[in-house]
DNA sequence: TAAATAAATGCAATCGTTTGCGTTATCCAA
DNA sequence: TTGGATAACGCAAACGATTGCATTTATTTA
């Protein structure tokens, strides 16, 4: 019937006997069109189910309105905190009248790149992102930044540029979480962390550090590690154990983390919380259906995705200068579970 | 400097005094412009950080050419089965060229509605969706599909619609778990599954029921349940596992429901795998991370999407004819892990 | 009855590209 | 000198919508 074709005012025009623009003028409902003329326009369009070509929309008014989609990047898909995160801005995006278009970098800054031109050439109004671990270069994102596109980071941020960012309290939500475990009596508290070009890595470090300092407690570096994943912390951990002067707690980077340690502390025996205390960072799916439930300290991915929405949306609509660098700060929870001693 | 306006060919062949007929030609390479012209306008442009705009070059083709941006609409997005979808239909999406744009349904039959019609707006150059789960009527894409926007539909299938679907083979991957737990020497199988009027869980159900059959065992409806979360799960467990008849295993609609599960036998002080076997569907994060660990029906989300992709971009490119519905079927996989017993 | 006013509609430019076709310039052969 | 190729470029229409301004028609007023 309509051969693939959408039906175009021009097409309502020629049937009805008008020009395009009185078509135009009459769906916008203007005054200036003849109310019986109006509503057999309408009547038509309706009828046929007429459908406004954005694309020719935009290009109208692409000197005065930017389009309505959102990039974002994120380095994975199926993570937890991602999730969390694309559903904040998901959220936030939908009921301001935004859509999103997503895609992950997979680490690469090389994919990074391509993605950042594709949505540069598909006309987003701006991108949030969260950069690859192995981005070192930002001329991808000084490129966007020339050519008008509003940035916002979040979580891993690019120091070089004094772009707009959400992270969470990664300082104060390690510190509070390690002066928790210390006031549950543990007094050897380990630290997995994340490797330390991160900013996210250092803040909590700088967390875990301040905490034992406060508490009268010296930093032991044999109780400082690099890990952040599962694999990783299942391998080192036995040896970690069977330390002369082993650990009685544990603080790791995510609940990924915290539940290969869980495992193999349970593996060799010790009882959690009794013998060691363990503490994640996320809030994660994981969180509750480890055995004792996690004790960790949650990441609130869903409200960092929501300001982090809600400042660009500002910048695109123009409620805060562009060239300004708005910087909000997500305040975290601990949330207390079974691998933990109770005051 | 550039005054939050792009630069366009315009401005080039103004500035080179050329028309811009010449320089579209000179920036796509056409022989019919002389080296040296081509040469300047292409050095110019780059100079400049030309960047074509993609909204005015898809006007001109919107005829031809759709857009390469594909919808994606799902219930969920902080979930491990949609999030591996995702990943699925963003990688293979990306491998060919086309973005993605995704919105969640929060299950709204409403929000459904709207989604279809911002993605019509924007152009989408197809749909890949999983319905709400109150979605009973079929309008919104109906529509879609007369205005030529081709829909793919996987796990929630809309069976009104003969359209293209790609689905995991819940009776096989259903079939294939439960006898796996008769063989163990289970006699009495428990079944949790979600409300029948989904295609996925009534299919799971005769999967469940078939083993029995096969293994000349009877339904037993005092076993079967309409349960698919974790709060229900552990809600109505206690009472099962106080039936003078208990079940020595369990099978559940997804992991998520088999953690609720495990947790209260245990709780109830059963030994798994012993006394009672549990069997999940997913075989997502959490399936790893309970102890023991879950024996699951690998769902292989990431396999559906790249499916779901490929179909589409086949309808959209024409290598699938527009009205053809192709039908895939996934194969599902059977982990066994530490909550059911060996053979 | 003519002029002024108001109401309803059409014309045409515009957004930034692409592209069929016509135009100009150049050169060579007849 | 003229005709015909060929190369290099410009003109202008098109994609689908919006909108300032001009135009037409109907209505009112003097």
Do not use: W
């Not at 959102?70 to 904040?88: K, N, Q, W």
């Not at 900013?199 to 009268?216: F, Q, S, T, V």
């Not at 790791?252 to 009794?274: Q, W």
């Amino acid at each position: 019937m309509n051969e693939n074709r959408h039906l175009t005012m021009k097409d309502i025009a020629r049937e009805l006997g008008v020009s395009v623009a009185t078509v135009s003028r009459a769906l916008s409902d203007s005054p200036s069109i003849s109310r019986e003329r109006r509503l057999a326009i309408q009547q038509y369009a309706r009828e046929h189910n007429y459908f406004p070509n954005i694309i020719a929309e935009q290009l109208r008014h692409s000197r005065r309105n930017p389009s309505h989609a959102i990039g974002v990047i994120v380095p994975e898909l199926v993570h937890y905190y991602f999730s969390s995160i694309l559903d904040g801005i998901e959220g936030e995006a939908s009921a301001r009248g935004y859509q999103i278009m997503v895609a992950k970098s997979n680490e690469s800054y090389e994919r990074e790149v391509q993605i950042c031109e594709a949505m540069l050439k598909n006309k987003v109004c701006g991108i949030i992102v969260s950069q690859a671990k192995d981005t070192e270069q930002y001329d991808h994102f000084k490129h966007l930044e020339a050519a008008g596109v509003p940035l916002v980071f979040f979580d891993r941020i690019c120091p070089a540029l004094n772009a707009s960012r959400v992270v969470v309290d990664d300082y104060m939500g390690t510190l509070n979480a390690v002066s928790y475990l210390i006031s549950t009596g543990c007094k050897r508290v380990a630290f997995y962390g994340a490797p330390m070009n991160m900013m996210i890595a250092k803040n909590r470090y700088n967390g875990y550090r301040d905490a034992l300092y406060k508490n009268g407690l010296e930093v032991d570096e044999s109780l400082v590690r690099i890990c952040d994943n599962r694999a990783d912390a299942e391998r080192i951990t036995p040896a970690m154990m069977r330390m002369e002067n082993r650990p009685d707690a544990f603080f790791a980077v995510n609940d990924e983390t915290a539940i290969g340690i869980l495992t193999v502390v349970k593996r060799l025996g010790f009882s959690i919380p009794d013998d060691v205390s363990i503490c994640g960072f996320t809030n994660g799916f994981r969180a509750t259906v480890c055995d004792p439930m996690l004790t960790t300290v949650e990441q609130r991915g869903t409200q960092v995705g929501k300001e982090a929405a809600d400042i660009l949306i500002g910048l695109v609509e123009g409620s805060l200068p562009a060239d300004h660098a708005e910087k909000r700060i997500v305040k975290t929870r601990l949330v207390i579970r079974g691998t933990t001693r109770h005051l």
